[in-house]
């Protein structure tokens, strides 16, 4: 009802906008992440899943703007339900190569087949177009020539190896 409000007020026809699919918004590329992780702690069976633990050992990021160095002391926690679905809530720190800080949230999910997952959760290398890895990161930091990174929407893909991942930042348009 909202919509049809507010299409009449603009003076767009709801037949004309049925029809329209908008563009989406488009994506620039920020940066790309290399992290050393430890194994995996289990904390245990919890009543939605197994808790897991990954500590973030230390790693590497550059993009076009910014490069530096993961900073050791972050970790993953996850939520493994049955069927290998993963919530991930990782948080993390950044330091740039001049210096400044950047702390990051990225919520996310993984997952795949329950066969590609098994494989995965025990260590194994897989294929990782097999599984889908995907998170919402926000950035904190004081640092005025970083603002950019507060002052838009991110989508981050992600790559899992058995001592490592790899997480790719987009900037939406």
């Known amino acids: 009802m909202i919509r049809f409000a507010f299409a009449l007020l603009a003076g767009i ?3 004309a906008q049925a029809q329209d699919t908008p563009e989406p918004p488009g994506l ?3 940066f790309e992440l290399f992290a050393e992780v430890a194994d995996p702690i289990i904390v245990g069976e919890m009543p939605n899943g197994t808790r897991r633990i990954i500590d973030i050992l230390g790693g590497t990021f550059e993009g076009p703007s910014v490069k530096g160095r993961l900073v050791p002391g972050g970790a993953d926690w996850q939520i493994v339900r049955e069927d290998g679905f993963t919530e991930l809530d990782t948080r993390y720190m950044l330091e740039t190569d001049t210096g400044h800080l950047i702390y990051v949230t990225n919520i996310g999910i993984r997952h795949a087949s329950p066969e590609v997952m098994a ?3 025990a260590g194994e290398e897989v294929d990782q177009s097999a599984i889908y890895f995907r998170a919402i990161p926000e950035f904190e930091t004081d640092a005025p020539e970083l603002e950019w990174l507060m ?3 991110f ?8 001592n490592g991942v790899v997480i790719r930042y987009w900037r939406v348009l």
């Open 13 to 15: 026809s709801m037949t």
């Open 155 to 162: 989508v981050s893909t992600g790559e899992r190896y058995p």
């Open 151 to 153: 002052r838009s929407i």
């Open 119 to 121: 494989r995965l959760n």
């Open 28 to 30: 620039e590329f920020a």
